[in-house]
């Protein structure tokens, strides 16, 4: 059909295929090995893979929403082609060749194909590659099970109805080599987010009005309230609960709007801790029901991390990606995201979460849990600077004297590092701050004796008129992957923690990546 039948790629799936690559050797294995690439069946998705070095062995790997508009197809191309090569540099080199695939199913059952409808798109990618010295060695059309060749011209060559995925009723070899390698893919992006979706009828209206109390009563709880109110809720899942009450889900929705109150389930990643966590944190994500969607994304976030650290990275990036379409400019999730596409594991991440979780329960004058052996023996920076930090946001300070003089020098200092390091960026291009910028002044964890402070009141509900994720920079208590990934990253290079400043901005729109 073309090049790709003469030479072979070499994929590296898994942990086992350092010692056992999977070889590709043509598209029809390109197609089938399309969802163990990625873990999950894309859906709606530009994927581009870089494969590096005359033996033409995997680089990076993206995956970005398909514009709805051709009118976007260009700038689409661009940004894509623009991203994988950034990608690679920061790990090596640029990308030898380029492999493409655009996976749209049909709107109705019995509609035609779409390989025609989207061969522009193919062509615009394919040029805005060459544009950056990268050939396209194979461009792909995957739909409803069968994929096309969109750099296949010759007369007669393909069948008009494209080629089948799947050949038989067992895996091709390339895909059995994938799954020895330690890859199942887990469904579709669609059918990941599909799961996480807000409860309907009836059960919806009973939580709705839950919701509506507890915002109206929001002043009147403190962190300390919501850090308890999360840690008996938790406690209740570890024992084999499964849900919480409709008044419970609301308050716990709620004071996850709080920066502290969210991080301080960042922490519930112990081996024995990150099922009832996950469960957790799915619950409260399908209570976040309309219009409250936006109390969603601290408890997505969450469940994000999690996954991540269990070790299902498939759904850590859909999940992440989710988050960003509903919030902007989430830093926690942009953080973690940044974290997954550089190739960084959460050891690091985890090592720094657990040091600050043994320093809080020495404070509290509790023994602190034994210790995990794979924490303590990840290879982390340690403690990371600003993590626990107070927020940034006036309502969430301390209402004291001393809080309120801090609260001032920290905001005349970020102030001005915000004012250099932000840009104007949408959900699906760039966006969120440029640099790491400078830490402000440590504040209390909300671990130990202190002034109580009031939960904010804006907020994720209709009393507040925004989602509070969009437009409002987190506290740096979640600058914590971000040092992380930035501190590991430094240890394994040898350089200082300065060269990780360039990090967002030359990963612009690695948001879409999942």
């Not at 942990?15 to 999977?22: D, F, L, T």
């Not at 790997?61 to 514009?67: H, K, S």
């Not at 859909?318 to 926690?332: E, F, I, K, Q, S």
Request: include cysteine; hydrophobic fraction near 40%; glycine fraction near 12%.
């Amino acid at each position: 059909m073309n090049a790709m039948n003469n030479e072979h790629v070499i994929l590296s799936l898994g942990p086992a295929s350092e010692q056992r690559p999977v070889v590709m050797r043509g598209p029809a294995d390109m197609a089938e090995l399309l969802p163990y690439l990625l873990g999950f069946y894309p859906d709606d998705s530009i994927v581009a893979v870089g494969l590096q070095g005359p033996d033409l062995h995997q680089g990076g790997v993206i995956r970005a929403d398909l514009p709805a508009s051709p009118a976007d197809w260009p700038a689409a191309a661009e940004e894509t082609a623009a991203l994988l090569v950034a990608l690679s540099e920061r790990h090596g080199s640029r990308p030898f060749q380029v492999l493409l695939y655009l996976c749209q199913d049909p709107v109705t059952a019995h509609a035609p194909p779409v390989v025609e409808g989207l061969r522009p798109l193919a062509d615009h990618l394919r040029a805005a590659f060459g544009r950056r010295g990268a050939v396209v060695k194979e461009s792909l059309c995957v739909s409803d099970g069968r994929w096309w060749s969109f750099l296949c011209r010759r007369e007669g060559c393909c069948d008009p109805a494209g080629n089948p995925v799947r050949r038989g009723p067992d895996p091709g070899p390339a895909a059995a080599a994938a799954t020895v390698a330690g890859l199942v893919p887990r469904g579709s992006r669609k059918a990941i987010i599909g799961g996480l979706v807000p409860v309907g009828p009836p059960e919806d209206a009973a939580q709705r009005e839950a919701l509506a109390r507890s915002e109206a009563a929001v002043d009147s709880v403190s962190r300390e309230q919501g850090i308890e109110l999360l840690g008996q809720a938790f406690a209740e899942f570890a024992a084999g609960a499964r849900e919480l009450d409709e008044e419970r889900a609301a308050r716990l929705l709620l004071a996850l709007r709080d920066r502290l109150t969210r991080d301080r389930g960042v922490e519930y990643v112990r081996p024995a801790e990150l099922a009832p966590a996950e469960r957790l944190w799915r619950f409260l994500a399908r209570r976040a029901v309309p219009p409250y969607e936006g109390c969603a994304v601290a408890p997505l976030t969450l469940l994000a991390w999690a996954s991540w650290v269990a070790g299902d990275t498939a759904t850590a990036r859909v999940v992440l990606g989710h988050v960003l379409r509903l919030a902007p400019g989430y830093l926690l999730a942009e953080l973690l995201y940044e974290s997954m596409n550089d190739g960084m594991t959460p050891g690091a991440l985890m090592a720094a979460v657990e040091a600050q979780r043994r320093r809080r329960e020495e404070r509290a004058g509790r023994p602190a849990t034994e210790p995990d052996p794979a924490v303590d023996g990840a290879s982390g920076p340690g403690p990371v600077p600003g993590a626990g930090e107070a927020p940034e946001c006036p309502e969430e300070r301390p209402g004291t004297a001393d809080g309120g003089r801090r609260r001032r020098r920290g905001a005349r200092r970020k102030g001005a590092a915000t004012a250099s390091t932000r840009t104007d960026r949408g959900p699906d291009g760039p966006g969120g701050p440029e640099s790491s910028g400078s830490s402000a002044e440590q504040g209390s964890d909300g671990g130990g004796p202190g002034p109580v402070s009031p939960l904010p009141r804006s907020g994720c509900g209709p009393a507040s008129g925004h989602d509070p994720a969009v437009g409002r920079r987190p506290a740096r208590g979640v600058r914590l992957g971000r040092a992380a990934a930035c501190a590991s990253a430094a240890v394994r290079s040898g350089v200082g923690r300065h060269r990780c400043r360039g990090t967002r901005q030359a990963a612009r729109g690695a948001r879409r990546v999942h």
